[in-house]
């Protein structure tokens, strides 16, 4: 019964979502839904912890929206809008066009914008090593290298493809996955980086590399955008193009990640929202020294406030409501019920272990996130690849990067939505942007750990 609600609600959801119909209100309604069903047909008899309880079941279903707001709009959501404001202030100072406007030059010698969107996709991999979160290095490369691609021709969903999946795969010792991996298989962090995600990760990128390349070039093409034309178009536009040392100002806040980080000067705590906010400062002081005029500076982070608020209306509420429909579909046990039917298949370990990654991209794209299946999993894997004669590590391995990549096929994931709302454009656009790349991720990562491990 739980499985046919959830089958109904979701086929509801994503007609009326097509339709146009606002999806905040869509899935906070299908979560709601499916929350009440779950209480009346007995997989829950709570939607909060009990000290948060109101006393009123119908008042606990909001509390948990209540609840769920406040979490994201200080966490994630403040990261999302930080880096909006941040954004929309180095367009209104001239930094964002002086760095595109350098850069584009030797950039542009390179004769394809497709090759570049390739070759900054790489970097971005790389970088994800370095910034373990897919939303702040996304929001990161949004204000860097979103607008250079843009300029050199690639279409904006195209280009915001790009940055989406940079973090292309959970990997590295700052991963919650790896480290449940980690701990699950009792093996070293560094050993199962090095033995087991490192070799992948690279097949993987150099693939998705290929793919972004083919398949953005060719929808590009297909919807009658030519990068060329393009480029010529937007020459004429009233660009404010700040001083030349403006370049640096986009560049600041991955500066700070990096210059305080493990890979850096150690001993200092550096956020997203930190490096934000000092860049801001930074980049404020330099609009008092550039103009002399403190009553034009001060007026001026008013568009950094502005991009903010926007920002929340548009994409912390779509994540607020993504993961509400994700706890409804929690609460009705549907993922247990998945651990228990893959718990009593009599098949090879080989096959269990494709079998259940499949499934987990599918949870992660229905719930915006891979994680709670896989924790759901996990546990498991070590006594049922026992029994198959099986390598647990290298079917978490699996797992773990059909996890990252469901997230990436998923309108309601928090880095689909925050990279869509900056590019001003919708997040299920987006996912027909990054769906052959990521599918080609794990065609390839499946073969690759069978071949490899």
């Known amino acids: 019964m739980n499985l046919l609600v959830c089958l109904l609600v979701i086929a509801i959801t994503g007609a009326l979502v097509i339709k146009k119909f606002k999806a905040q209100t869509v899935l906070l309604l299908g979560g709601l839904i499916m929350m009440f069903a779950a209480y009346l047909?007995?997989?829950?008899t709570s939607f909060v912890e009990a000290k948060k309880a109101t006393g009123v079941l119908f008042f606990d279903a909001f509390e948990f929206i209540n609840i769920t707001t406040a979490k994201d709009a200080a966490n994630l959501g403040l990261m999302i809008m930080t880096c909006t404001g941040f954004a929309k202030y180095m367009d209104h100072i001239g930094a964002s066009s002086r760095l595109v406007v350098t850069a584009i030059k030797p950039l542009?010698?390179?004769?394809?914008?497709?090759l570049v969107m390739a070759l900054t996709f790489i970097l971005n991999m790389f970088m994800s090593l370095v910034i373990p979160s897919a939303s702040g290095l996304a929001m990161l490369m949004m204000v860097t290298i979103f607008p250079i691609l843009v300029r050199l021709g690639v279409s904006p969903v195209g280009a915001a493809a790009a940055?989406?999946?940079?973090?292309?795969?959970?990997?590295?010792?700052?991963?919650?996955?790896?480290?449940?991996?980690?701990?699950?298989?009792?093996?070293?962090?560094?050993?199962?980086?090095?033995?087991?995600?490192?070799?992948?990760?690279?097949?993987?990128?150099?693939?998705?590399?290929?793919a972004h390349f083919v398949w953005q070039k060719y929808l590009d093409k297909k919807s009658g955008h030519v990068p060329a034309e393009y480029v010529e178009a937007h020459k004429s536009d009233d660009l404010e193009v700040g001083p030349l040392p403006y370049i640096f100002l986009p560049l600041l806040p991955l500066i700070f990640i990096l210059g305080f980080s493990d890979y850096g000067i150690q001993g200092?705590?550096?956020?997203?929202?930190?490096?934000?906010?000092?860049?801001?400062f930074i980049a404020m002081v330099c609009e008092l020294i550039r103009h002399r005029d403190f009553r034009k500076m001060a007026a001026s982070i008013q568009t950094f406030f502005k991009g903010m608020g926007d920002q929340f209306a548009n994409t912390v509420t779509l994540i607020v409501a993504g993961e509400t429909?994700?706890?409804?579909?929690?609460?009705?046990?549907?993922?247990?019920e998945f651990v228990a039917a893959i718990q009593s298949l009599a098949i090879s370990a080989d096959?269990?272990?494709?079998?259940?990654?499949?499934?987990?991209?599918?949870?992660?794209?229905?719930?915006?996130?891979?994680?709670?299946?896989?924790?759901?999993?996990?546990?498991?894997?070590?006594?049922?690849?026992?029994?198959?004669?099986?390598?647990?590590?290298?079917?978490?391995?699996?797992?773990?990067?059909?996890?990252?990549?469901?997230?990436?096929?998923?309108?309601?994931?928090?880095?689909?939505?925050?990279?869509?709302?900056?590019?001003?454009?919708?997040?299920?656009?987006?996912?027909?942007?990054?769906?052959?790349?990521?599918?080609?991720?794990?065609?390839?990562?499946?073969?690759?750990?069978?071949?490899?491990?």
């Open 325 to 336: 429909f994700a706890f409804g579909l929690t609460s009705l046990g549907i993922v247990k």
């Open 163 to 210: 940055v989406a999946t940079g973090h292309l795969l959970d990997i590295g010792p700052a991963s919650a996955t790896t480290l449940l991996v980690s701990k699950t298989v009792n093996m070293p962090v560094h050993e199962y980086f090095v033995g087991y995600q490192l070799k992948v990760y690279i097949i993987c990128g150099l693939m998705a590399a290929i």
């Open 108 to 114: 542009g010698k390179m004769k394809s914008a497709y």
């Open 41 to 44: 047909l007995g997989y829950t």
């Open 268 to 280: 200092v705590k550096m956020n997203v929202n930190l490096a934000m906010f000092l860049s801001l």
């Open 351 to 453: 096959v269990v272990g494709v079998i259940v990654s499949t499934i987990i991209t599918g949870l992660s794209i229905v719930m915006g996130s891979g994680v709670a299946s896989m924790f759901a999993f996990a546990p498991l894997v070590p006594n049922f690849a026992a029994d198959l004669g099986g390598n647990a590590t290298t079917i978490l391995l699996g797992m773990q990067n059909a996890a990252s990549v469901g997230r990436l096929l998923s309108p309601i994931s928090a880095v689909m939505i925050a990279v869509a709302g900056i590019a001003n454009i919708s997040s299920f656009d987006l996912v027909k942007r990054t769906s052959v790349p990521v599918i080609v991720t794990f065609i390839t990562s499946t073969i690759a750990i069978l071949l490899i491990h």
